[in-house]
Every structure is written in C-alpha cells, then in structure tokens.
C-alpha cells in the first residue's frame, strides 16, 4: 500500500481522482487543494507520491515540482494537466515532474501510470553503497523474451541503480531516466516487434482480446528480439534500443525540437522520452533508438515565484 497525495483546487477532481486511485487498490489517499497547502501535508507526513493538477491558486502545479524537487527528491510528482496546459505541462516535465496524464484520460491511464512510477520508485538505494566507488560500466542485454513486458522492470531497477552508483543525477533524474527507459521499452516490444498500434490495442481491449499475448506466440512475432546496449559513466548514460520489427519512416516524425516545447504533435510515450533525456535519435529504419541523459545539476529553489 503507498500512501498517495492529491493536489487540486477543484472538490469534483480531488473525488473523482480519489475514486481513480483507490479502485482496485489499497493505496492510501490525501488531498490539497493548492501546492502550498500540499507543502503543509508533506511537512507533516511525506507521501510515497504526489499526484497534482497544474492550474491552481497561491501555488500552481510547476511550483509545487520545483519545491519538492528541492525540499522532498525522493517523492516523485505526477501531474494532471487539462487541454491547453501542454506548454507549462512539459516546462513542469523539465523542472521534475515523473510524468503526467491528460484529464481526459484519467480513467484509463491513471492509475496505471501511478502504479508504473511507484514500481520504478522502489529501487533498492542501498545499492548505492555497495558500489559507490564504481565510475563507469558497459553492459549489453540480449533480451530473448524480446515481447515480455515483465522484463521491463527488474531492467529499470538495474539502470537506476548503476546510475546511482556513479551519482550521474539525484533520486528524482534516476526515477526519470526509469520512464524514459519504460517508453522506449515498450515502443520496442510492443509497437517494434509486435508491430501492433494504439488504435489496434484499443479496438483488441473492446472486444476483450490480449492482442500482445495473441502476437507473442505468432509467427513472426514470437522470435522477435530486443537488443539493448547501455554505457553509464560519471559524465552520461547512453541507452540504444533496437528492436527486430519492420520499423517505421523517421520522416513521419514530428521535428524533435518543436515536440519538446508543445508545437508538435506526438505521442506521450515519445513526449516523455524527449523530456527526460538530453538527446533522442532514431536510425534510418526506424528501428533503434538511442538516448542521452547527461551529468546534471540539481536546481536550486528560490520560493513561489515561477
């Protein structure tokens, strides 16, 4: 059971985002209505994660992540953001923020998103210890169960923990670069060699049809690999993930660019990947993904002012 804050102005959302958490759970839900209220409840009692809306009153959502980001690091911050909030949802995404889910698909993506952020939380500090004086390493991942989302997770705590260990960046850029690593992850396996799409997904859950267990024991799905190769030093991480699937026309893409500040269009996945890393770029075929996550340093808070 994780004990889980609300943030948000309005009662309707603060009920109907309880509700959401709650179903299906044992977690454990407060509320605030504004960020400073909320810096009150976690002076008191921290919470395991924080869920905010960004338009608030006194202190709005972006202010909250960069206070906690600072104050509290070790609790991660999921945002909730209404239509037209794209820009300052990506400029809290800069500031610390873990992810965020879109108001209108709160019932669907949720509670999901909270449980994936919670999972990648949980990776094991300690570990940092025991490897403290390590300054680089170089490892590579044959992942023959290419398709299994359950290897996704034990990963992720194994790359947040070596990036720990050489202090690349605080808790919070370690629970980030665990995201960004997620998305990319399931673009590979499920978008790459299963070769299935959002609206296939979709139309295959409305019919109550697993169309990834269904792809996974197919020809020529289900000998689909994953490569992955990843160099962590003191100075950057470096991820490339390559998947065995037919690819896609890089052309097709949104400039990169322009997606990190809200003008293009893409998908969320590839949002929080071009958030959370430094560098994002794709093969000619579509096929492989690399991504770099460089040193950080950690901001400084200077009180409400955004």
Do not use: W
Not at 140 to 151: G, I, P, S, W, Y
Not at 224 to 237: L, P
């Amino acid at each position: 059971m994780a004990s889980i804050l609300v943030v948000d102005d309005s009662a309707v959302d603060r009920k109907v985002i309880g509700a959401l958490l709650q179903k299906g759970s044992a977690h454990s839900v407060q509320f605030a209505s504004d960020g400073a209220e909320a810096l009150g409840h976690v002076g008191h009692a921290l919470p395991d994660l924080i869920v905010t809306d960004l338009m608030m009153p006194k202190m709005d959502g972006l202010q909250l992540v960069r206070a906690i980001r600072v104050q509290h690091p070790g609790v991660p911050v999921i945002l909730t953001t209404a239509h037209g909030s794209e820009l300052l949802a990506v400029e809290a995404l800069k500031n610390g923020a873990a992810g965020y889910v879109p108001k209108a698909h709160l019932a669907e993506r949720l509670l999901e998103t909270v449980e994936e952020v919670l999972a990648l939380a949980k990776a094991d500090r300690d570990y940092e210890k025991m490897v403290s004086c390590l300054s680089r390493t170089d490892f590579t991942f044959f992942l023959e169960m290419a398709n299994d989302l359950a290897l996704i997770p034990p990963f992720i705590k194994l790359v947040e923990q070596t990036v720990a260990s050489v202090r690349l960046c605080d808790f919070n850029g370690q629970l980030r670069i665990g995201v960004a690593l997620r998305e990319a992850l399931k673009n590979a396996m499920i978008r790459g060699n299963l070769e299935i799409c959002r609206e296939a997904m979709e139309a295959a859950r409305a019919q109550g049809v697993d169309l990834i267990d269904e792809r996974r024991k197919s020809l020529p799905y289900r000998d689909r690999r994953v490569y992955v190769d990843v160099n962590v030093s003191t100075k950057e991480a470096r991820f490339v993930i390559r998947d065995e699937g037919s690819g896609f026309d890089v052309a097709t893409l949104p400039d990169l660019a322009e997606s990190t500040t809200g003008k293009g269009q893409t998908g969320r996945g590839l949002a929080l990947m071009l958030t959370f890393m430094d560098k994002v770029t794709f093969n000619d075929t579509g096929n492989e993904v690399t991504l770099i996550k460089r040193r950080e340093n950690i901001p400084k808070y200077k009180g409400s002012g955004v």
